[in-house]
């Protein structure tokens, strides 16, 4: 085997005809992620040997996260159990889907994860996966409006996370802030499972008019191919494949390449000078440039347009002189986009583009071909026909089984696990859960995120699900939240990917909106361990159920596997999005309680469910039994409720229950409103389990005393459970006879522990 | 006709849009101005709005304040025109020395989104007279940069000539003297770290509020306008 | 008493935004001819004692640790005279 490194390959320009004329060279395809296998299918699609140009390009292309090759078999049931709806405008396989949110607007968002690399280098690693996020939205023709970002840390007290997190906290700031995108919403959890290999995804959301939706193809021969945006560098050259087939383990030697740095203003000038374009309707076809950079672009364009494009490599521009096309190729150079544009179109196109100070060059021309041709100094370099790249990629059915080991994690119940009995031990439990680093205020963290410009966030961080005002006319607007947790994937993963989407769903219609559609990130170990791959054949089977039940398509999303340190995988940690639409924003519910007598209601049943819970980790730190029972009709009556209650202004508040129980919704409403509760337990619930359950399909809504009857009348006519828990009043949480905590104290534990941590 | 305030957006501006929407709210008529025209279209006032001009990598402001529309703006605040610097736009300000100081790293080192008490300092601006001397507003601020800075003879100067036009009453950045906002000495210029843009709306405004106390900059403007041209 | 000054600049294949952007603003103001411009850091340490061997390879040490993010920038120690 030659020197790895692809720059070696291409001291002379490996040409077509040099490589038909030399089948036996050795290349280093193995270096390159390509296993033997696919080598010979590369060389029986084209016929000879790949030139070095033609294996880059195969190896970026084919890779796991370009090609999802062993995640496409199980990715399938999103499809063929997609609910049928007519709001669905654009479904997975474009850069993100879009939904029609009524009137002539169309509302596009997607998920993606950044993981390895922000873990290499977490302010660049997180700062360019919001980049790549929000061209994946502009390219589909939209405005990008917001962005949110959940994410998975190591322990909050090990010394790596204290790197990782301010890094990866300021990076999503500093890009996303210098965007003028509000951050309205995600998550920051921490758990030893996540050392090593922290979760960065991060999603992002757009809105355009319906008829002026872009798809990244390029049709119509003698369409003119145009790069612009930032000059193409080595950077991150080989991430696509290497970044994330690589995994950390220090034995091996560490295939790190060099970091992506985004620009953001240049992604600022460049989605203003897009949207200019856009409106004028410039462009035929147009695609970011993302993961596989130039190879991903010209491929999917060509592969869904006419089928052919010739490309003039060396006319792109280069920030260093010194690259050879392979590299060119594989650069992941940011802020970079491809438009396909007709002859008559160019100039005015190139007018806008210097309006903004943006570099653009015409590379290239659309063709009838069905061949990708790219030249380099007039000699042909690649010649392959785009659709093998690009859809024909392999396609793995990874063996997997149920792990040895599940059934023992699942019987080590929680029920053995000495639980508080006195009013003191509960109070201190509440304390404890409340002050909890998954739990805390984490307003450290997004007060460094601008969650306000664009002046159209109408509820942000702290509130159930972000929301965003889309017309200032009608009210008409979004909600969106995000929501995974690992630990119940882990007891089960068919019904943690449920319980995902579950509280996504609950948590947009907390707010009065209505859940409409998904974005999912999922976040796995290695594909080649049976035991996890068995894990993702689980959890995109109960979230495809999950969907088909709940009437919201997976519109997209992303796949990342190898999150792994040695035979060490993460939870499995699918992450889901969901997206609601409301039609007046000024009818939204707030989670804060704020209306002094106002009467708390539980909504939903509770029972004995700690398997996973945030009990369990954060006072025993166990985990084992079954994870809390998933209802999907019921989440689907508790949400109609909930919406209704917003809509008809019954409500004063509404808090979904989740994480840390009934309790920890009440601590965060009260301290959010700065007022506090007298809560009177039903009587037939062991106080601990009212209180720290972790029973799915519940919520606590606040409405004043003379919408009481109206609200408990729907509920009961709809059979929903409800049961008056309390009232808004004092200042402090009471829980009668058992404790009570004034706000003071319990505002001083909850917020107190991320300045304590990383102030 | 209603007066017209122009916003200028630089490559980078962030918050133009949101200050065209407080002009408007406002009742004034809202003109997007552009940083490589230097005309400003018969404007009566300009705001220059937040965010990040020309990505803000060598100075924040420091490039901006050398664009057309800013001769233009610079010469017009000579002859006063009122101008209404917002946290970049301060600095841009100050960049072009129309007013003294400058806007460094906040103490804390981080970026800081948060609802900010302030005391409105001196209503005798064009920009504040709508606000009561001593009245206590909130107003968000948003800036990585916004730690106000100038010696200690042109601090007394701004105290002495009453050109302080707010202060934090919980400085979140160190700034000096907690100062937020200050005036050139005619009044018309006025720099401002905190966004009075984004405290103009019950739906958007600081939570859980006062929401719209910002609202007055914009209607103090418009007031002075139309009392001008009356 | 010395100072060692210690240059951090990003390394050479690493996007530097910074310096495109001077770059970008120079023409508009009349400077042409420049071709490339890349902004860097410069530490002064004042140490208590004599810049030798010794104390470079501390100050090395910290630039490696704490001033420059070796992941993507570069560092030159130097004693100034």
Same mark, same amino acid.
């Given at each position: ?108 968002? +997607? ?5 390895? !690399? ?6 660049? *690693? #997180?700062? @360019? %996966?919001?980049? /790549? =996020? ?79 939706? +872009? ?5 119509? !021969? ?6 612009? *945006? #930032?000059? @193409? %560098?080595?950077? /991150? =050259? ?86 050879? !096309? ?434 | ?230 | ?81």
């Amino acid at each position: 085997m030659s020197d790895p490194s692809p720059a070696t390959v291409a001291h002379t320009v490996d040409s077509v005809e040099n490589a038909a004329a030399t089948p036996d060279v050795e290349q280093p395809y193995e270096a390159l992620g390509v296993k033997p296998d696919e080598y010979a299918r590369i060389r029986d699609l084209l016929g000879r040997r790949p030139t070095s140009s033609e294996l880059a390009m195969y190896s970026v292309m084919w890779s796991e996260h370009c090609s999802y090759k062993s995640s496409k078999i199980h990715l399938k049931q999103f499809g063929e159990k997609a609910p049928d709806v007519d709001f669905l405008l654009v479904g997975p396989g474009e850069n993100a889907g879009v939904v029609d949110v009524g009137g002539d607007l169309a509302v596009t968002f +997607k998920i993606e994860s950044h993981n390895h !690399p922000s873990y290499v280098e977490p302010y660049q *690693g #997180a700062a @360019t %996966g919001v980049g /790549g =996020i929000v061209r994946d939205i502009l390219t589909m023709g939209a405005r990008p409006i917001a962005v949110m970002d959940p994410l998975r840390f190591g322990p909050a007290d090990a010394p790596d996370t204290h790197r990782v997190l301010p890094g990866v906290v300021r990076g999503i700031g500093g890009y996303g802030n210098s965007l003028g995108l509000p951050n309205i919403g995600g998550e920051v959890v921490f758990d030893a499972c996540y050392a090593g290999n922290p979760l960065v995804n991060a999603l992002a959301v757009g809105v355009m008019r319906k008829s002026e939706i +872009k798809l990244a193809q390029a049709h119509g !021969p003698g369409n003119k191919v145009v790069l612009f *945006g #930032a000059r @193409t %560098g080595g950077d /991150g =050259i080989g991430g696509a494949s290497v970044l994330a087939s690589a995994t950390f383990d220090e034995d091996k030697p560490a295939k790190r390449p060099s970091v992506q740095v985004g620009d953001p203003f240049m992604e600022k000038v460049l989605i203003e000078c897009c949207l200019e374009i856009f409106a004028e309707d410039l462009v035929v076809g147009i695609q970011d440039l993302g993961a596989a950079g130039l190879s991903c672009a010209t491929t999917e364009l060509a592969a869904a347009g006419t089928g052919g494009m010739d490309v003039q490599l060396d006319l792109a521009p280069l920030r260093d002189a010194t690259l050879v !096309p392979e590299e060119i190729l594989m650069s992941e150079s940011q802020e970079r986009m491809m438009a396909v544009v007709t002859p008559a179109n160019v100039a005015r196109f190139f007018e806008l583009c210097e309006k903004w100070d943006v570099t653009a060059t015409v590379i290239g021309t659309v063709t009838e071909t069905g061949r990708l041709r790219m030249t380099w100094h007039g000699a042909t370099i690649v010649d392959v026909d785009p659709k093998t790249l690009a859809h024909q990629g392999p396609v793995y059915e990874r063996p997997y089984h149920r792990p040895s080991w599940q059934d023992a994690l699942q019987a080590a119940t929680p029920d053995t696990l000495s639980r508080p009995k006195t009013g003191d031990e509960l109070r201190e439990t509440v304390l404890k859960l409340a002050a909890g680093p998954n739990l805390a205020d984490k307003s450290w963290v997004v007060q460094q995120y601008d969650h306000r410009v664009r002046g159209n966030t109408v509820l942000a961080h702290g509130e159930d699900s972000g929301m965003l005002r889309l017309d200032e006319s009608t009210g008409l607007g979004v909600a969106l939240a995000t929501d995974g947790n690992g630990r119940y994937t882990k007891l089960d993963p068919y019904s943690g990917a449920q319980l995902a989407l579950a509280e996504a769903y609950r948590n947009v219609a907390a707010t009065g909106a209505r859940p409409l559609a998904v974005t999912d990130c999922l976040n796995f170990g290695s594909p080649e361990d049976p035991a996890v791959m068995w894990q993702f054949a689980e959890a995109t089977r109960g979230l495809a159920d999950a969907c088909q039940i709940l009437g919201t398509p997976v519109t997209g999303g992303n796949v990342s596997f190898y999150n792994q340190t040695g035979e060490a995988a993460i939870h499995p940690t699918p992450i889901v999005g969901v997206l609601g639409v409301i039609d007046d924003v000024t009818r939204r519910t707030r989670s804060a309680f704020t209306g002094e007598g106002d009467i708390l209601l539980l909504l939903g049943d509770t029972r004995d469910e700690f398997g996973g819970s945030e009990w369990a980790h954060q006072v025993h730190g166990h985990l084992g039994g079954l994870p809390p029972k998933v209802d999907l009709e019921r989440e689907r009556l508790l949400a109609e409720v909930l919406i209704a209650g917003s809509r008809d202004g019954m409500l004063s508040a509404a808090h979904d229950l989740s994480d840390g129980g009934l309790i920890q919704a009440v601590v965060e409403s009260a301290l959010r409103g700065d007022m506090g509760v007298r809560i009177v337990l039903p009587g037939d619930l062991d106080p601990f389990v009212a209180l720290f359950s972790e029973s799915a399909g519940r919520a606590v809504v606040a409405l004043p005393r003379s919408e009481e009857l109206r609200f408990t009348d729907m509920c009961r006519f709809r059979g929903l459970p409800v049961a008056r828990i309390g009232v808004v009043d004092g200042g402090a949480v009471e829980v009668q006879g058992q404790f009570s905590i004034p706000l003071g104290e319990l505002r001083e534990a909850h917020t107190g522990t991320f300045p304590a941590l990383f102030g | 006709m209603a007066p017209a305030i122009g916003v200028v957006t630089f490559p980078g501006s962030q918050d133009d849009q949101d200050a065209l929407r407080a002009v408007r709210l406002s009742g004034a008529s809202a003109v997007p101005l552009w940083h490589r025209d230097p005309d400003l279209h018969g404007v009566d006032a300009v705001v220059l709005p937040g965010g990040f001009s020309y990505g803000d990598y060598l100075r924040a402001g420091a490039i901006a304040r050398f664009s057309p529309v800013m001769e233009s703006v610079i010469a017009g605040a000579r002859d006063g025109l009122p101008v209404l610097g917002i946290c970049n736009g301060f600095q841009v300000l100050c960049e072009s020395h129309l007013l003294p100081g400058a806007l460094i790293r906040n103490g804390g080192m981080l970026f800081v989104n948060r609802d900010e008490r302030l005391r409105v300092e001196s209503a005798s601006t064009v920009w504040t007279a709508d606000y009561a001397p001593g009245q206590e507003i909130v107003i968000p601020i948003k800036n990585g940069e916004g730690r106000y800075t100038a010696d200690e003879r042109t601090l007394d100067a701004l105290e002495a000539e009453g050109r302080v036009i707010a202060r934090y009453l919980d400085n979140p950045n160190g700034s000096a003297r907690d100062i937020a906002g200050i005036a050139n000495a005619e009044g018309n210029v006025v720099g401002l770290m905190p966004h009075p843009e984004h405290a103009v709306e019950e739906l958007t405004g600081p939570y859980p509020g006062p929401a719209t106390d910002g609202l007055p900059f914009f209607t103090s403007i418009l007031k002075h306008l139309v009392s001008v041209s009356a | 008493m010395a100072r060692v000054v210690v240059d951090v600049m990003l390394k050479p294949e690493i996007l530097d935004p910074q310096g495109q952007a001077v770059q970008r603003a120079l023409p508009r103001l009349g400077f042409d001819g420049v071709v490339d411009v890349r902004q860097g850091k410069r530490f002064e340490v004042e140490l208590d004692g004599p810049a030798d061997e010794a104390a470079l390879a501390r100050v090395r040490e910290m630039a490696e640790k704490l001033l420059a993010n070796t992941v993507i920038e570069e560092f030159d120690v130097r004693v100034e005279a």
